[in-house]
T-cell receptor, first 114, second 113 residues
Framework: DSGVTQTPKHLITATGQRVTLRCSPR?????VYWYQQSLDQGLQFLIQ???????AKGNILERFSAQQFPDLHSELNLSSLELGDSALYFC?????????????FGPGTRLTVT | AQTVTQSQPEMSVQEAETVTLSCTYD???????LFWYKQPPSRQMILVIR??????QNATENRFSVNFQKAAKSFSLKISDSQLGDTAMYFC??????????FGTGTRLKVLA
């Protein structure tokens, strides 16, 4: 168990709908990252937050948005869903441990758009 | 821009044998961190091993070790005494201490009984 939690585990919805994915980082971690992994693909970095502020953006569509709340949990909002948005969405949190950065992943939310 | 390349899409190894997965990267940074993550069929991403670039000594975690060649920008993962539970997708990742982690495309490893 990495200590990062994600809800829900599975989500099935229809095209055109909007969904919200939730992530709680490990205790003490200030950074949250969101990734998208389509079937048999690598990880696509979407966005990073640090202590409530957006720090980096990757290949995130305009239909997607995210935020990090004062209690450090984060939400990823996906709207106007398309079939191609079906994927595994990971949240990860990181901290600086000694002189190293380590990133720990949640179990993922599997989104199926029908 | 930093890049990470894993040139072996798939590999297989006999149980109890040793296998090496390759990873090369490109960066102009002098200090950075490298990681190997394992993704078994459960799809959970698991940190296997990490290496700080300023450390010359190669990292080791039980049966997993790395061969870090900073000048060549190479970071290979060696798995000794391979076990069936090592069957997974393995991702190499780079982090320079700024914001993003850069992941390679992965190597699918199958351990054969």
């Amino acid at each position: 168990d990495s200590g990062v939690t994600q809800t829900p585990k599975h989500l099935i919805t229809a095209t055109g709908q909007r969904v919200t994915l939730r992530c709680s980082p490990r205790s003490g971690d200030l950074s949250v990252y969101w990734y998208q992994q389509s079937l048999d693909q690598g990880l696509q970095f979407l966005i990073q937050y640090y202590n409530g502020e957006e720090r980096a953006k990757g290949n995130i569509l305009e239909r997607f948005s995210a935020q990090q709340f004062p209690d450090l949990h984060s939400e990823l909002n996906l709207s106007s869903l398309e079939l191609g948005d079906s994927a595994l969405y990971f949240c990860a949190s990181s901290t600086r441990t000694g002189s190293s950065y380590e990133q720990y992943f949640g179990p993922g939310t599997r989104l199926t758009v029908t | 821009a930093q890049t990470v390349t894993q040139s072996q899409p798939e590999m297989s190894v006999q149980e109890a044998e040793t296998v090496t997965l390759s990873c090369t990267y490109d960066t102009s940074e002098s200090n950075y961190y490298l990681f190997w993550y394992k993704q078994p069929p459960s799809r959970q991403m698991i940190l296997v091993i990490r290496q700080e670039a300023y450390k010359q000594q190669n990292a080791t975690e039980n049966r997993f070790s790395v061969n870090f060649q900073k000048a060549a920008k190479s970071f290979s993962l060696k798995i000794s005494d391979s076990q069936l539970g090592d069957t997974a997708m393995y991702f190499c990742a780079f982090h320079s201490g700024t914001y993003k982690y850069i992941f390679g495309t992965g190597t699918r490893l199958k351990v054969l009984a």
